[in-house]
């Protein structure tokens, strides 16, 4: 009964590929999310979406792209791998972006090593 | 834009010690609070919640955390720490209409 899960857990790749993490979440909630946690765990949000509107933090690389087949799936392709781009990255989701008293709901996480 | 800091980077306690997480805030408008947990190698589960009402909100494992508006702080407290309580501790908070802003985290040790 896993709310919000994320595939793969641990991801080891080469400088220049390209990649991509899945998440679902079976919760009916309408908007997902993407945040980077770094090594000093700091949490930062890279995108945020609904079936309406994709909001994108400015400080994201155009490497990365949110793709969404569904309201339950919101993937995250990224291009052209960069050292700089190992993280934890956590998929998360809540039932609306306009209720600002909406709790969000994490997925286990995606460790992702850039060699 | 809002911000969210957190006191301290890394708080170490023995077990049964009282604990206070710091958080403040700055936004000038309504915001709503959270406090996230992360246990090593797991994902954020929520601890609690402030929206509106009685500022002193109780969440799960015997956490509590006091909303002082004219402080802009939303503090984190457990009477009597575990060591299972070690983890890291974010504070969040956002406005309508506005994305999470997580603080940078602190870091719990319980020594045994």
Request: charged share 15%; with cysteine; aromatic share 12%.
């Amino acid at each position: 009964d896993t709310a919000v899960s994320q595939t793969p857990k641990y991801l080891v790749t080469q400088m220049g590929n390209d990649k991509s993490i899945k998440c679902e979440q079976n919760l009916g909630h309408d908007t997902m999310y993407w945040y980077k946690q770094d090594s000093k765990k700091f949490l930062k949000i890279m995108f945020s979406y609904n079936n309406k509107e994709l909001i994108i933090n400015e400080t994201v690389p155009n490497r990365f792209s949110p793709k969404s087949p569904d309201k339950a799936h919101l993937n995250l392709h990224i291009n052209s791998l960069e050292l700089g781009d190992s993280a934890v990255y956590f998929c998360a989701s809540s039932q609306t972006s306009v209720q600002s008293t909406d709790t969000q709901y994490f997925g286990p996480g995606t460790r992702l090593t850039v060699l | 834009a809002q911000s969210v800091s957190q006191h301290n980077h890394h708080v170490i306690l023995s077990e049964a010690a009282s604990l206070e997480l710091g958080c403040n805030y700055s936004y000038g408008g309504t915001v709503n609070l959270f406090w996230y947990v992360q246990y090593p190698g797991q994902h954020l589960q929520l601890l609690l919640k402030y929206f509106s009402g009685d500022p002193l909100v109780k969440g799960i494992k015997g956490f509590e955390a006091e909303f002082i508006k004219s402080k802009f702080s939303f503090n984190l407290r457990k009477p009597s720490v575990q060591w299972s309580d070690t983890a890291e501790y974010f504070c969040a908070v956002n406005a309508h209409g506005q994305n999470f802003v997580f603080g940078p985290g602190t870091r719990l040790s319980v020594l045994p």
